[in-house]
Every structure is written in structure tokens, then in C-alpha cells.
């Protein structure tokens, strides 16, 4: 492996393991690759096509997953990958392909990121405005928002219980034992 393709497939690495993650996810200390990460940077380093198929790749990750966890690297039931994980999976879809590893991280290196190509966009945005405008809602739904059109959470979803032995609207509560 060329010293270059090592720094260019940790930067990619990294842009794809932290692609569609939220902010607490990013925060963990050990970063990992999901498989539908991996698809992608696949399909769009042009490493997956009408020969070697995302079932031939999740066949590839599933031979190393089981190398690692055998061998005592990762634990059982892990379906992830760090970077010398990931390495070895590139190893075996170089096999598979029957071509070199430097060529399989040339391919993932030219993506230089994960793309944002054929997301589905918003087909009528008339439509989604009104249907998505929250002063329009009735009935237990409008109990949800506040003024601004701010979700409450579960404040607006839930009927808290008081269990205090009284009825939902009874006004005198406490006042019992005053009386007697």
C-alpha cells in the first residue's frame, strides 16, 4: 500500500463513518463504519458494479467480520468496522475482484466524500407548506405545538396523571379533612 492511498483512505474514512450521524453520535471517542456507509462509498468510488454486487460486498464484510471476531479483534455480534477492520475488508474485495488493494483504495479515494447525488427533493412545495403548517391542525393535534409552531415534546402528547385520588376536575382537593 503507498504511503499517499494510506492518508487518502483514513480522510475518506472518516468523511463515510461520519456520514448521517448525529451531533451525540460524532462525540463518541471510537469512530466506526457502518455497512450502508461502506455501500455507499462503494457505489460511489464505482468499486460496486454489474460484477461485483452489494450482495458479493455484504458477503465480503460478513467473511471479515467473522475473521475478526474469531480471531478475538472485535466482539461477538459487532457489525461494524474501524479503519485496520476496514483495511482487511478492502484486502478481501481486492480478492474478490480479483485486482489490487491500491486499486480499490484509488477508486474509494477519488469520492473525496460521500455525495448527495439523486436525493429525492421536494416535489411540491405549495402543498408541503400547508400541509406542514401547524395553526391548521385541529383537535388533540393542535394540542402539540405551542404558539410559534414549536413542537412540546411529550407534554403535548401525553395526559399526565396525578394519582391523587381525586377526579380529573375536582377543585376542592386538600380541603376534606378542613371540613371534618
Avoid: C, W
Amino acid at each position: 500500500m503507498a504511503s499517499g492511498g494510506h492518508s487518502d483512505l483514513k480522510e475518506v474514512f472518516d468523511k463515510y463513518s461520519k456520514f448521517g450521524k448525529t451531533e451525540a453520535q460524532l462525540k463518541e471517542r471510537d469512530i466506526r463504519i457502518e455497512s450502508k456507509n461502506i455501500q455507499k462509498m462503494m457505489k460511489d468510488g464505482g468499486v460496486i458494479d454489474s460484477k461485483y454486487t452489494t450482495q458479493l460486498l455484504d458477503n465480503d464484510m460478513a467473511r471479515v467480520l467473522g475473521k475478526l471476531t474469531t480471531a478475538g479483534t472485535y466482539q461477538k455480534g459487532i457489525k461494524t468496522f474501524e479503519l485496520n477492520g476496514f483495511k482487511q475488508l478492502i484486502d478481501q474485495i481486492a480478492d474478490s475482484k480479483k485486482t489490487t488493494a491500491d486499486h480499490i483504495i484509488s477508486q474509494i479515494s477519488s469520492t473525496g466524500g460521500p455525495s448527495l447525488a439523486n436525493v429525492t427533493g421536494t416535489a411540491n412545495k405549495n402543498i408541503t407548506d400547508r400541509m406542514t403548517n401547524v395553526s391548521h391542525y385541529t383537535g388533540s393535534h393542535k394540542e402539540r405545538f405551542d404558539a410559534e409552531g414549536h413542537g412540546k415534546g411529550k407534554e403535548g402528547r401525553t395526559d399526565d396523571v396525578k394519582n391523587s385520588g381525586y377526579v380529573g376536575n375536582y377543585k376542592g382537593e386538600g380541603s376534606y379533612d378542613k371540613k371534618h
